[in-house]
């Protein structure tokens, strides 16, 4: 069956410090994978999608980026945090007719 | 843009029914509903494709009318397990990219 982790679970950083987040995917190959991130009490943004390896496509101008270095690795990254990069970060994929999501790191800039 | 959901919030007895609307300002190929509990990711629900099919949860039910670009998902005898916060995510095309809606709160109270 397939899973999805993301590491870290929390973190807690300053501002203007650099952010790494990653995710994998296990039991299915060559997957569409997502990035959101939802502030809290509200709704989900997509951030980014990848649909195969070193293809990125952003959909919200911001200071994070992507990259997609392997097949089931999906990563999220800043140079410099800002406050309003605070939230829960979730990485999804998809299924035939669903998206599946990890248990999300919850970032709290300070 | 993203979907409207209505209403922001709704709170119910066990055993009440409930109906949550998802209107999209732009035609519409599908339509997935998302439960999310606190803290939690998200979970599919179901979802609804333009011409009728639908594939997802036994307990729920839910319409897409393709024309007025709704859909409204149908809870009912509400159980304890059902509060959490209810997302509508829909997309354009036959594609797996969705943008997610308000989102609903729902609270099942004994």
């Known amino acids: 069956s397939q899973t999805i982790h993301q590491w870290p679970a929390t973190l807690v950083q300053p501002v203007g410090s650099p952010l790494s987040l990653e995710c994998t995917v296990e039991?299915?190959?060559?997957?569409?994978l997502y990035w959101y991130r939802q502030a809290a009490g509200r709704g989900l943004q997509l951030l980014f999608y990848?649909?195969?390896?070193?293809?990125i496509s952003s959909e919200v101008p911001q200071n994070l980026s992507a990259s997609r270095p392997q097949d089931r690795q999906f990563i999220l990254s800043s140079k410099k945090l800002l406050l309003s990069d605070s939230g829960f970060y979730l990485c999804?994929?998809?299924?035939?007719?669903?998206?599946?999501f990890g248990p999300g790191t919850r970032l709290t800039v300070t | 843009q993203q979907p409207v959901q209505s209403p922001q919030a709704v709170i119910l007895r066990e055993g009440e029914d409930a109906v949550i609307n998802c209107s999209s300002s732009k035609a519409l190929y599908s339509v997935h509903w998302y439960r999310q509990k606190h803290g939690e990711a998200p979970v599919f629900l179901m979802i609804?494709?333009?011409?009728?099919e639908q594939k997802g949860h036994d307990k729920i039910s839910a319409s897409f009318n393709e024309k007025k670009q709704q859909s409204s998902l149908y809870l009912t005898a509400s159980q304890l397990s059902y509060s959490g916060t209810y997302f509508c995510?829909?997309?354009?095309?036959?594609?797996?990219?969705?943008?997610f809606g308000t989102g609903t709160r729902l609270q099942v109270f004994p």
């Open positions: 609804l494709l333009k011409g009728g």
């Open positions: 999804a994929w998809s299924g035939p007719y669903e998206q599946y």
């Open positions: 995510g829909t997309a354009k095309y036959n594609t797996d990219k969705l943008i």
């Open positions: 990848s649909v195969g390896i070193g293809q």
């Open positions: 039991g299915t190959s060559n997957p569409n």
